[in-house]
C-alpha cells in the first residue's frame, strides 16, 4: 500500500463520500457541509479510516472522522488558544511552556482532522511544513537552551511529511544537541497505518531515544493494520505510548476504556495519558463532564493495573500547564466551576457542563 497515494486519495468533500462511498449524512453533518465554505474548519479522511465506519450513525469511528453543525455551536468559555500556549511562544512554530521541553509545529497538515482536536486554529491553515530556516533556528535554541531535554513534534501530523523532511528535522535537532530526547505526537498508526514502512522506522530508529505517542481513543480503531504499524515502531526500538481523549458518546464508558486500554497493553502500547476534553471551540458535544471522567478513572482504578492505567489529566485553560487530575490538584466544583490547582498552587477553573 503506498500511503502518499492514500493521503493524496483521503475523502476531502462530501460529495466524494456520497458518490464513492455511498455515506448518508444526518442532518446535523448534510448543515455542517453546507456551512463548510464559510469557515476554516478542515475536513479529510482516508479511506482506510472510513472502512471502519459501522453503518450507525452514533458509530464511536465515524463521530470521530465525520463533522457534524455541533462544531458551530462555541460555548463562551471556549478558548481560541485553549492551553494559553500564545504567552509560551518563541516562535510561530516553537513553543517553550515547561522548563525541560519544547514544542514545534511542523505542519498543520493531518492525514485525518480529528473532529474532537483541540489544535483545530493551527491544522488545516496556511503555514504549511515547516521552513529550513525555521528549522535552522529551532536547532540554535536547543542547543543555547540546555534545559531543554526534550523536543515534542506536534502539528498537525508530524508523520505526513516525507521521511526526507523528518530525517533533516531530526538531525538538525541532533546534532545541535546530541542529548536530546525526541517525541512524536501522531495519530498517522490509528488513521494511515500504511505510512508505517520500514523507509520511516529505520529513519526513526536512528535518532533514539526517541518516542511516538498515538491517539487510539476505541478499540474498533485497533485492527490487523494498525497493530502492525505499531508492532513495525517497536520492534525497531521505538517505544510506542498512548495519548487516549475522552470522549462523549465514544468512549465515556468503563468498558470501552477497559477494553481499550487491555487491548493497547497487549499490544505492548503503554496506555499514558486520558486527556479530559480542552476548552477548545465547538468541541463541547464532544466534553465529558469532569464529575463523569473522575467516577470513571476510579472505576478502571479497581479493575486495571498500574500498567494497563493512564494518568487522567487536564491542560489547564489558559496556559496553567498539564495536571493529573486526582486529589492533590481537584478542589471542589464551586459557582465558577471545577477549582483545579497547578503545581504552584494558582487556582483555575474548569467548567462542569
Ligand atoms: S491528528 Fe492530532 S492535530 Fe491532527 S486533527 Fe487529529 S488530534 Fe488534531
Not at 40 to 58: A, H, I
Not at 230 to 242: E, R, T
Not at 264 to 281: C, E, N, S, T, V
Not at 334 to 344: I, M, N, P, R
Request: proline share 5%.
Amino acid at each position: 500500500m503506498d500511503w502518499k497515494k492514500e493521503l493524496a486519495e483521503a475523502y476531502r468533500t462530501p460529495d466524494e463520500l456520497v458518490s464513492q462511498k455511498n455515506v448518508k449524512f444526518t442532518v446535523s453533518e448534510k448543515l455542517f457541509f453546507k456551512e463548510t465554505e464559510q469557515n476554516n474548519l478542515s475536513f479529510s479522511v482516508p479511506g482506510y479510516y472510513l472502512s471502519l465506519v459501522e453503518n450507525n450513525t452514533n458509530d464511536p469511528v465515524r463521530r470521530q472522522c465525520i463533522p457534524s453543525s455541533e462544531e458551530f455551536s462555541v460555548k463562551p468559555w471556549e478558548l481560541d488558544d485553549p492551553l494559553g500556549e500564545e504567552k509560551y511562544k518563541i516562535s510561530e512554530r516553537l513553543v517553550h511552556r515547561y522548563r525541560d521541553r519544547v514544542l514545534l509545529l511542523v505542519t498543520d497538515t493531518c492525514a485525518m482532522y480529528c473532529r474532537h482536536c483541540f489544535r483545530r486554529n493551527f491544522t488545516g491553515g496556511r503555514r504549511g511544513i515547516i521552513s529550513a530556516q525555521e528549522i535552522k533556528t529551532t536547532a540554535e535554541y536547543v542547543s543555547e537552551h540546555r534545559e531543554v531535554v526534550e523536543v515534542i513534534l506536534s502539528g498537525g501530523d508530524p508523520l505526513t511529511l516525507e521521511t526526507s523532511v523528518l530525517d533533516r528535522i531530526l538531525s538538525a535537532l541532533k546534532e545541535a544537541r546530541e542529548d536530546i530526547v525526541i517525541r512524536i505526537g501522531t495519530r498517522i498508526p490509528v488513521v494511515l497505518p500504511s505510512r508505517i514502512d520500514a523507509e520511516l522506522t529505520d529513519t526513526l530508529r536512528r535518532y533514539s531515544p526517541l518516542f511516538v505517542m498515538t491517539q487510539f481513543n476505541h478499540k474498533n480503531e485497533i485492527t490487523g493494520r494498525s497493530s502492525a504499524a505499531c508492532s513495525m515502531l517497536i520492534d525497531a526500538g521505538i517505544p510506542v505510548f498512548n495519548q487516549a481523549v475522552l470522549l462523549k458518546g465514544i468512549n465515556d464508558t468503563a468498558a470501552d476504556l477497559e477494553e481499550l486500554f487491555h487491548t493497547l497493553i497487549r499490544l505492548r502500547i503503554k496506555p499514558y495519558y486520558l486527556f479530559q476534553g480542552d476548552l477548545a471551540p465547538g468541541t463541547s458535544h464532544f466534553r465529558v463532564s469532569l464529575k463523569k471522567g473522575l467516577a470513571l478513572m476510579k472505576e478502571l482504578k479497581e479493575s486495571l493495573s498500574g500498567l494497563s492505567l493512564p494518568v487522567y489529566a487536564v491542560d489547564l485553560p489558559g496556559g496553567g500547564g498539564k495536571i493529573p487530575l486526582n486529589g492533590d490538584y481537584v478542589g471542589p466544583l464551586t459557582e465558577k466551576g471545577w477549582e483545579l490547582k497547578d503545581a504552584g498552587g494558582n487556582i483555575f477553573y474548569y467548567p462542569e457542563e
